[in-house]
């Protein structure tokens, strides 16, 4: 990272500083400013109690809601609804189709065949729902642009290409040569990649309050402020949530906490808790149109392992985001996820890189929060308590739309449906563990720094050394689905 390129205006941007993220902040300001919901008190009982209140845990009320309205479900939020990288993510809500090979080489055709639908189904089918339940989102469905922006790039993309083609849907993820990306976008640095047709964007934090709004009115019980420390028996084979002043007896529990899985018994080996930042550029409507060209509505990222992801705004502003922040130790989402000024400026750094020809315009805001990264960049639901709690996590930093399925899926899983959906093959243990602490954060560390520095290395033209090319394909070698894989 040249730090050369930041203005003296994005150097001072600051990250976290105990601010919520700006998306959140206008969802907010909208609904004018609500108190959050009661607190949980005294002893309850419920059929299903969901343990965070972001997409996932939203999601899966929603469907169970859907599948039978009889059934009395609280939700238990530490912070407010959104508080989390629901209110605070990219808004890229995106289907599988660009890890393609991948699910191909861990699944087979037929089940990754299958993820993949599912995954487009959950694109559509939340631009539907905001519809139906006249939430506005922002929703906009017109794919995602995958761009390589250095030499070693170019070929990344050809085997998710190649699998597209091989599972019979060739325009679900299709090669653009350079100037098909120029025509959509124009960067100096893009030299070519290829459009997913199944994603679209949305304004994150606008999404999981509407959710919350219509959860409430359709009876879900939410209480905010709320935050579980343990869950352990309860009579009659059910699970007592605990929080520090209550509890709730349930039939089953659904463990919905994204990154904080990472702290939590059943959970902790099977998520590393990554810090992931974005800055947004003031309103430029008239610059992105005349110097990018860019007015197709598309979300894009680079082909790099610490990805670089953007997308324009309903009101003309690029929110841009950089993957390179830092993982945690030992399940603590502490401030390296929210006040991490170097990887906050990793992402405004992206942006004078990636557009030159926007050298003067401001960016406004910096703000970051942690993903779940799983052993195989997948999301997987599995069970614990013998069966009846069930735990979502694993995104990867792509949750906005998985959530949506993981959401279905979940709710089929406690009522015991028998839904094709609860036969895809993210059902069950992910891929082999993350190692115990302090191994996992040391070599976390190490990988992190031999990623970023071999990925920006290749952006500034440099060829890795054996050493560091070795170094950052180790995750690969221990059978991780994480990093480079060449
Ligand atoms: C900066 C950033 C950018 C991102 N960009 C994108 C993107 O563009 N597209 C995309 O698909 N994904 C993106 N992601 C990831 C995406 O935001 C997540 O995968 C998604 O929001 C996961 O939803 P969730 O409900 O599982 O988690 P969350 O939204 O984190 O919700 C979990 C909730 O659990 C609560 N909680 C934690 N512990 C407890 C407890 N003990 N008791 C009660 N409540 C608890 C938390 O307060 C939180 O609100 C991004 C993430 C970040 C940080």
């Not at 994005?10 to 108190?35: K, M």
């Not at 550029?281 to 005349?290: D, Y």
């Not at 993957?323 to 004078?352: E, K, L, N, Y």
């Not at 009522?415 to 093959?425: H, K, V």
Request: aromatic share 6%; net charge neutral.
């Amino acid at each position: 990272m040249d730090e050369r390129l930041l203005t003296d205006a994005d150097r001072q941007l600051r990250p976290g500083q105990g601010q919520r993220s700006p998306w959140l902040r206008e969802a907010l300001a909208d609904e004018g400013d609500p108190a959050p919901t009661a607190a949980l008190s005294g002893e309850t009982d419920a059929d299903v109690a969901i343990i965070g209140g972001g997409y996932t845990g939203l999601w899966t009320a929603h469907h169970l809601i859907e599948r039978d309205p009889t059934l009395r479900i609280v939700v238990l939020e530490a912070d407010i609804c959104g508080g989390g990288p629901s209110g605070r993510n990219g808004g890229f809500v995106n289907s599988w189709w660009d890890e393609a090979s991948g699910l191909v080489s861990m699944f087979g055709p037929d089940g990754a065949r299958a993820c993949l639908d599912e995954s487009a189904r959950s694109v559509r089918e939340i631009g539907e729902w905001c519809e139906v339940h006249g939430i506005d989102a922002h929703y906009r469905r017109s794919g995602m642009l995958v761009v390589s922006t250095t030499a070693p790039h170019d070929d990344r993309l050809d085997d998710d290409v190649a699998a597209a083609a091989e599972l019979g849907d060739p325009d679900a993820f299709r090669a653009l040569t350079a100037d098909e990306i120029a025509k959509r976008c124009r960067s100096p640095h893009f030299r070519g990649g290829a459009l997913m047709r199944d994603g679209a964007t949305v304004h994150p934090a606008r999404l999981v309050r509407g959710m919350r709004r219509v959860a409430i009115e359709r009876g879900v019980i939410v209480h905010e402020g709320s935050r579980v420390t343990k869950v352990g028996d309860g009579p009659r084979d059910s699970l007592r949530v605990v929080t520090a002043a209550a509890a709730v007896r349930a039939r089953r529990v659904v463990l919905a906490v994204n990154a904080w899985a990472a702290g939590w018994p059943g959970a902790r080996s099977r998520v590393l808790a990554w810090g992931s930042y974005m800055v947004r550029s003031e309103p430029i409507p008239e610059l992105v149109a005349s110097e990018l060209g860019w007015t197709g509505g598309e979300s894009i990222i680079d082909a790099r392992f610490s990805v670089h992801y953007l997308h324009v705004t309903r009101d003309g502003r690029i929110a841009i985001g950089a993957g390179g922040g830092r993982p945690g130790f030992g399940g603590r989402i502490g401030s390296s996820f929210t006040d991490d000024i170097g990887a906050a400026r990793r992402a405004a750094f992206a942006f004078r890189w990636l557009f030159p020809q926007l050298r003067d315009v401001r960016l406004t805001d910096a703000w970051g929060g942690p993903i779940d990264v799983s052993p195989d960049h997948l999301p997987h639901v599995w069970t614990t308590h013998g069966g009846r709690m069930l735990i979502a996590a694993g995104y990867s930093g792509n949750g906005v739309a998985p959530s949506h399925l993981l959401g279905r899926m979940l709710s089929a899983l406690v009522l015991d449906a028998d839904d094709p959906i609860t036969r895809l093959p993210i059902v069950g243990r992910p891929g082999p563990p993350f190692p115990p602490e302090p191994f996992r954060y040391v070599g976390a560390r190490v990988m992190r720094e031999a990623m970023i520095r071999r990925e920006d290395g290749e952006e500034a033209g440099r060829r890795p050394n054996g050493f560091l090319r070795e170094l950052s394909r180790i995750p690969r070698r221990l059978g991780y689905h994480l990093g480079p894989g060449e």
